[in-house]
């Protein structure tokens, strides 16, 4: 009985740490650019991107977030050229803020 108590307790412990890390886990920069491009792609015609590529700390609303900061460059039908910057959640690729 021992050591089948130890087993769940050395088991649960496992789990928890494992856990605790890969809730940590931050997508790549390039993933997040693409998650950021096909999502926008809909509503833009995109024509160039960019992204920090070290995630920072941001606040919104009294909440605390891990992003990256990127932009977008549009064309327009008359051919003129808008930039977007945006703020992407680091850990789920959810676009947090876009700004013209």
Do not use: C
Not at 14 to 22: M, N, P, R
Not at 36 to 55: A, C, E, Q, R, Y
Request: proline share 2%; charged share 20%.
């Amino acid at each position: 009985m021992k050591r089948f108590a130890v087993g769940i307790g050395v088991g649960l412990v496992a789990g928890l740490l494992l856990s605790s890390k890969l809730g940590k886990e931050l997508i790549s920069p390039e993933r997040a650019l693409k998650q950021v491009k096909d999502k926008l792609s809909h509503s833009f015609n995109v024509t160039g991107s960019w992204i920090h590529m070290v995630p920072e700390s941001w606040n919104k609303n009294q909440l605390e977030y891990t992003v990256y900061r990127g932009g977008l460059t549009t064309s327009t039908e008359n051919d003129e050229h808008l930039q977007y910057d945006f703020i992407v959640d680091a850990k789920t690729g959810t676009i947090l803020d876009v700004t013209q």
